[in-house]
């Protein structure tokens, strides 16, 4: 098949797939090409690192603040809008939210099974976030975050608390959860008396975000990273 042919089966229309072959978006077994007559098997064809075939789309963004972790939105960016085209054209959805302010790691996946395994507490896919708080952290504080935090409406599942600095005016540390209510580490920081001031996430399971992604970034997840998150889930069968 010709290479701008395969590239269209990416959801890029012809014209579009000659411009991405042209300004050297698609490869072929991983080596750029650039002549759009080239035949090529699609089951080789690359669009900006995104297999052309039909399978799942499995993405890491790096999340800047004042993104909405959505799909759309009239008003403002989503994370839909930092990937790339033929990504976007496959409508893959974000596992879990982060709040507006909240910076770091999204994965977005057309894998609906995956996505909702990863969010569910029953799979215990750990999530953690570096968060920068008011106040100066104490074992006191670490205990009661193993311990569980309660919060007006429910009891927070125990959390891993490592402070990495504290003095008096703020502290940074890193928070493991298994679970993601609507603003819960927010909220969790709020009861032990220490609001957050910054909050980033590093890590869902298996995926650490990519030093090499700058914020508004995104790369495909590697075969590595997708298999462990399956491992996570209890999906290696598939
Ligand atoms: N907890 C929060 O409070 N906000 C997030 O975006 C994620 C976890």
């Known amino acids: 098949m010709r290479l701008d042919r395969a590239a269209a089966l990416s959801g890029l ?20 090409i650039r002549d759009a007559a080239t035949q090529a098997d699609p089951a080789d064809v690359t669009v900006d690192g995104v297999p ?7 993405m890491m963004v790096h999340k ?16 839909a809008d930092l990937l790339p085209e033929p990504v976007r054209k496959r409508n893959p959805g974000p596992v879990g939210r982060l709040d507006r302010d909240v910076t770091g790691l999204v994965i977005m996946t057309t894998d609906g099974q995956l996505a909702h395994r990863l969010i ?13 708080c008011a106040g100066r952290l104490t074992e006191a504080d670490v205990a009661r975050f193993a311990g569980g935090v309660a ?34 580490v927010k909220r969790m920081f709020a009861a032990v008396g ?10 869902i399971g298996c995926v650490t975000l990519d030093d090499a992604l700058a914020p508004g970034e995104c790369r495909p997840l590697t075969e590595e990273e997708v298999a462990g ?10």
Do not use: N
């Open 120 to 132: 569910s507490p029953k799979w215990k896919a750990e999530k953690v976030y570096r968060a920068r």
């Open 151 to 184: 919060l007006s409406d429910f009891t927070a599942k125990p959390a891993g608390l490592a402070v990495i600095a504290a003095d008096d005016a703020e502290s940074v540390a890193d928070v493991t959860l298994t679970e993601g209510k609507f603003h819960q």
């Open 13 to 32: 229309t012809r014209a579009e797939a000659k411009r991405a072959v042209a300004s050297g978006r698609v490869r072929v077994k991983g080596a750029v």
């Open 194 to 203: 220490h609001p957050l001031i910054g909050l980033h996430r590093l890590r």
């Open 64 to 79: 800047p603040a004042g993104v909405l972790t959505a799909t759309e939105d009239r008003r403002l960016p989503t994370v």
């Open 229 to 238: 998150l399956y491992r996570l889930c209890g999906m290696d069968d598939r």
């Open 52 to 58: 052309v075939q039909a399978g799942e789309v499995y």
